[in-house]
C-alpha cells in the first residue's frame, strides 16, 4: 500500500493547492451558519473528487493492466506523458491570461454572495469548485490512475484513494479546523489567509501546475525510455 500512497502525494497536494476553495471556505465561515456552510462545501468537494477518483480506479482495475509480453505494461506512463503535456499547457494559459500590472479581475459571481449560501448550495459549490476545475480533474485522474496502476491489492488502492480526497480536501478542512480550534485570532489568521491567496492566486496555481506538469512529464519520459 505504500507504494499506492507515494504514487498519488503529488497528484493530491497539487490539488490541495487550491486558492478558491480556501478562499471559499473562508467567507462561509465569516457568516451565520459559516460552520456548517464550509463543511457542506467540504464534502460536496471530497464527494466530486471522490467519484472521479473511483471511477478511475475501478476502470483500470476492471479493464486489467496485465504487463505487455518481455515488460511492464507502458500506459501509465503514456498516460502521465498527456496529462502532464495538459497541465503545463495549462500553466502556459493561465499566465497568459493572468491580470496586467494595475488591474485585478473582477472576483466569479458566487465569491459576492457565498455569505448567504444555504448548506445544499455550499456543497453543490463544492463539487463544482472540483468538477469544473481542470487542474484538479487531471491531477485526480493522474494520481488515482497512479493508485490503480501500483502492484497492491484492492483493498490497499481503496485505501490509498480515500487518502487522496482527505489530502486534496486540506484546502477547505484546514480553515474549517483553523476557525474550531484557533480561538480569538482564527478570524485575523483566515483574513490573512484569503488576502494573500487572493493577491496570489495566479501565481499559485501557475506554479503548481508547471511543477506537477514537468514532473508528470519526467515521469513518463523515464518510463518509456
Same mark, same amino acid.
Given at each position: 500500500?505504500?507504494?499506492?500512497?507515494?504514487?498519488?502525494?503529488?497528484?493530491?497536494?497539487?490539488?490541495?493547492?487550491?486558492?478558491?476553495?480556501?478562499?471559499?471556505?473562508?467567507?462561509?465561515?465569516?457568516?451565520?451558519?459559516?460552520?456548517?456552510?464550509?463543511?457542506?462545501?467540504?464534502? &460536496?468537494? /471530497?464527494? #466530486?473528487?471522490?467519484?472521479?477518483?473511483? %471511477? @478511475?480506479? =475501478? *476502470?483500470?482495475?476492471? +479493464?486489467?493492466?496485465?504487463?505487455?509480453?518481455?515488460?511492464?505494461?507502458?500506459?501509465?506512463?503514456?498516460?502521465?506523458?498527456?496529462?502532464?503535456?495538459?497541465?503545463?499547457?495549462?500553466?502556459?494559459?493561465?499566465?497568459?491570461?493572468?491580470?496586467?500590472?494595475?488591474?485585478?479581475?473582477?472576483?466569479?459571481?458566487?465569491?459576492?454572495?457565498?455569505?448567504?449560501?444555504?448548506?445544499?448550495?455550499?456543497?453543490?459549490? &463544492?463539487? /463544482?469548485? #472540483?468538477?469544473?476545475?481542470?487542474?484538479? %480533474? @487531471?491531477? =485526480? *485522474?493522474?494520481?488515482? +490512475?497512479?493508485?490503480?496502476?501500483?502492484?497492491?491489492?484492492?483493498?490497499?488502492?481503496?485505501?490509498?484513494?480515500?487518502?487522496?480526497?482527505?489530502?486534496?480536501?486540506?484546502?477547505?478542512?484546514?480553515?474549517?479546523?483553523?476557525?474550531?480550534?484557533?480561538?480569538?485570532?482564527?478570524?485575523?489568521?483566515?483574513?490573512?489567509?484569503?488576502?494573500?491567496?487572493?493577491?496570489?492566486?495566479?501565481?499559485?496555481?501557475?506554479?503548481?501546475? /508547471?511543477?506537477?506538469?514537468?514532473?508528470?512529464?519526467?515521469?513518463?519520459?523515464?518510463?518509456?525510455?
Amino acid at each position: 500500500m505504500g507504494e499506492a500512497v507515494g504514487a498519488m502525494l503529488a497528484s493530491a497536494a497539487g490539488i490541495a493547492i487550491g486558492p478558491r476553495p480556501l478562499i471559499a471556505a473562508i467567507l462561509m465561515l465569516a457568516a451565520r451558519r459559516g460552520r456548517a456552510n464550509a463543511l457542506a462545501l467540504t464534502v &460536496g468537494r /471530497a464527494a #466530486a473528487l471522490g467519484a472521479i477518483v473511483a %471511477v @478511475v480506479v =475501478a *476502470v483500470v482495475v476492471t +479493464a486489467g493492466s496485465r504487463p505487455a509480453p518481455g515488460g511492464e505494461p507502458t500506459w501509465p506512463s503514456w498516460l502521465k506523458l498527456a496529462l502532464g503535456t495538459l497541465l503545463v499547457l495549462l500553466a502556459l494559459g493561465q499566465w497568459r491570461d493572468r491580470p496586467r500590472e494595475g488591474h485585478v479581475n473582477a472576483p466569479p459571481g458566487w465569491m459576492r454572495s457565498v455569505r448567504r449560501f444555504t448548506a445544499g448550495r455550499s456543497a453543490r459549490l &463544492g463539487a /463544482a469548485l #472540483a468538477a469544473a476545475s481542470p487542474k484538479d %480533474v @487531471v491531477l =485526480a *485522474v493522474g494520481g488515482a +490512475a497512479s493508485v490503480a496502476a501500483s502492484p497492491t491489492s484492492d483493498a490497499g488502492k481503496a485505501v490509498a484513494g480515500t487518502l487522496m480526497v482527505l489530502i486534496a480536501s486540506l484546502c477547505t478542512l484546514l480553515p474549517l479546523a483553523v476557525h474550531l480550534l484557533g480561538g480569538d485570532g482564527s478570524a485575523r489568521t483566515l483574513g490573512e489567509w484569503k488576502a494573500w491567496m487572493s493577491a496570489h492566486h495566479t501565481a499559485i496555481t501557475t506554479t503548481v501546475l /508547471a511543477v506537477l506538469g514537468t514532473t508528470y512529464l519526467g515521469d513518463a519520459l523515464t518510463g518509456l525510455a
